[in-house]
């Protein structure tokens, strides 16, 4: 009886020998909910853009920078920058020259900076006067553009092939007091095509009331600021064979002269060159004109068909000085 409980006792022992070793704990993966995934997602969030932003600078490779962002930087006129990417203009094209930046702003991953995605640049000739940024004249501040409602891909001032520079304002402050203005010149109505009567008719539908305003166009080149409609494009054609400065606004995207139903020129004369006062409305020729003196033997004129009446009043009365 005992030779039998010996072989059983050594079987018990071989199995308890030959059960398997449970295996160490393994490390769980991190959650996705960890605070530096968390932060990452935080950082990857789309930073909000101010539209429509015109900056005027000297464009520069971006070097070696802090920020981690731009392939090229600006160089304002008061020494301060702002980065610049593109993915439509080939910024390498305009390095060490002085241009007109239109695009949307937001503030860098880094603080401290702005970075503009440029989506449209025009080289500024050398005969022109210096200009200065038409933005705030600060980087650390949005410029005064800014809506949510505009379309995506607002374009702004471009130079039309032919145009003519802007006098400086010298010459008109050389003149002898004795010499007389110039001879009034006939208005040029606007061409009212069946395109334009329709962007006409939806910019008429608009809202003109006061808080629909909340769009502005500023230049420092000729030192005045107008109001623009929440629902309505812009583009400046700076100085055209025409007129000393052209700007137009529409319903609709504006890629060329007469795009748009609504002009703002400056010309030279006086307003009294017109037989017009200052801030006078009048309908002539199928269309409503806005009257606006200004410097230099100059004067603006806003024109639209005499559908727009109440929207050429509304900028006549609130066409104003740019002020940094």
Same mark, same amino acid.
């Given at each position: 009886m005992k030779?039998?409980? =010996?072989? *059983?006792?050594? *079987?018990?022992?071989? $199995? =308890?020998? *030959? @059960?398997?070793?449970?295996?160490?704990?393994?490390?769980?993966?991190?959650?996705?909910?960890?605070?530096?995934v968390a932060m990452q997602n935080e950082e990857e969030a789309p930073m909000r853009e101010t539209k429509n932003v015109i900056y005027q600078?000297? #464009?520069?490779?971006?070097?070696?920078?802090?920020?981690?962002?731009?392939?090229?930087?600006?160089?304002?006129?008061? %020494?301060?920058?702002?980065?610049?990417?593109?993915?439509?203009?080939?910024?390498? %094209?305009? $390095?060490?020259?002085? $241009?007109?930046?239109?695009?949307?702003?937001?503030?860098? $991953?880094? @603080?401290g900076s702005m970075?503009?995605? #440029?989506? /449209?640049?025009?080289?500024?000739?050398?005969?022109?006067p210096k200009e200065e940024s038409t933005g705030t004249g600060s980087v650390e501040e949005l410029p005064p553009v800014v809506d949510d409602v505009m379309p995506p891909e607002e374009e702004g001032p471009t130079e039309e092939p032919?145009?003519?520079?802007?006098?400086?304002?010298?010459?008109?402050?050389?003149?002898?007091?004795?010499?007389?203005?110039?001879? @009034?010149?006939?208005?040029?109505?606007? /061409?009212?095509s069946p395109e334009l009567t329709e962007r006409t008719k939806l910019m008429a539908s608009d809202d003109i009331s006061a808080g /629909?305003?909340?769009?502005?166009? *500023?230049?420092?080149?000729?030192d005045f600021c107008i109001p623009i409609h929440r629902n309505w494009w812009f583009k400046s054609f700076g100085a055209t064979i025409s007129y000393l400065w052209h700007v137009e606004l529409s319903s609709e995207e504006i890629s060329r002269l007469n795009d748009g139903p609504i002009h703002v020129n400056l010309v030279s004369g006086t307003i009294g060159s017109k037989k017009a006062t200052d801030g006078q409305v009048r309908e002539q020729d199928n269309q409503i004109v806005g009257y606006r003196s200004w410097?230099?033997?100059?004067h603006f004129e806003i024109k639209a068909p005499i559908a727009l009446g109440e929207a050429v009043r509304y900028i006549t009365a609130n066409l104003e000085e740019y002020v940094e």
């Open positions: 030779k039998l409980l =010996i072989p *059983c006792a050594l *079987c018990l022992m071989f $199995v =308890i020998g *030959c @059960a398997p070793t449970p295996l160490p704990p393994t490390e769980e993966s991190p959650s996705d909910t960890s605070p530096d600078g000297i #464009v520069k490779p971006a070097g070696i920078s802090i920020y981690m962002q731009g392939s090229h930087r600006l160089q304002l006129d008061d %020494g301060k920058f702002i980065l610049l990417e593109s993915n439509s203009v080939d910024l390498n %094209g305009y $390095v060490n020259e002085k $241009v007109e930046l239109l695009g949307a702003l937001r503030p860098t $991953v880094e @603080a970075i503009m995605r #440029v989506e /449209q640049a025009s080289l500024i000739r050398e005969d022109e032919g145009e003519t520079s802007l006098p400086p304002s010298a010459e008109a402050e050389d003149l002898p007091p004795s010499e007389e203005e110039p001879p @009034a010149t006939e208005e040029e109505p606007i /061409q009212i /629909q305003w909340t769009q502005q166009y *500023c230049t420092s080149h000729i410097t230099d033997n100059r």
